[in-house]
């Protein structure tokens, strides 16, 4: 049997294990509307999606006149994770895929979020495999700069003690995949047709070696997959 290609799989979460941006900008689009600027969820979604709310502070400024204040950005996650307890569902195929991996690594796979460290959590406890990443979540939030730059893959990579060159990340929004790309892994783009997903273009663009659509296949997609000679 041919020996797995990669020494750790990276994983994104929101959008990728959880089907959550749907919900997350529900609560966005009631709070900026609150604050004056209308937004369907659509529209939300559009814009935010892939970026940390706090790291969009001078777009809001500049549609609502309100400077944002470490007390909104408090509300709104309380709100938001109110909302994520209640409603949140994995996406499909992503659990099994994750113990398949957690399985066949020996444990050596992390989720490294954009997101706070609370939502990532809860959010992974929620569908049932917070004990697959125990000690392998990383937050943007925790790191010098949030993605697009690299530092929670690095970090994760790091963590785990593997170059990141030899890593898959598993991305589902521009932001992200430019994020792994930066770290030297190889992205594989997750890309379903529903809203709040980059399409396959786009993350081809920013250097997404393979795009998929299923996340059933991934274990298999990640260990059949060849490198190509530099």
Known sequence: MRAFPFDAVLFDCDGVLVDSEPITNRVLAEMLGELGWALTV????RIFTGKAVKDEATLIQA???FTLTPE?????RERRNIALERELVAIPGAATAVRALHAGLEGRIACASGADRFKVELQLDKIGILDCFKGRVFSGHEMPRSKPAPDV???AAEALGVDPARCAVVEDTVTGASAGVAAGATVFGYSPSDLGHSGPEALRAVGAA???TDMAQLPGLLADWRFVPA
């Open 210 to 212: 393979h795009v998929f």
């Open 72 to 76: 909104w950005l408090v509300g709104f």
């Open 63 to 65: 549609r609502t006149g």
């Open 42 to 45: 659509e529209e939300c979604m």
């Open 153 to 155: 893959y690095l970090a």
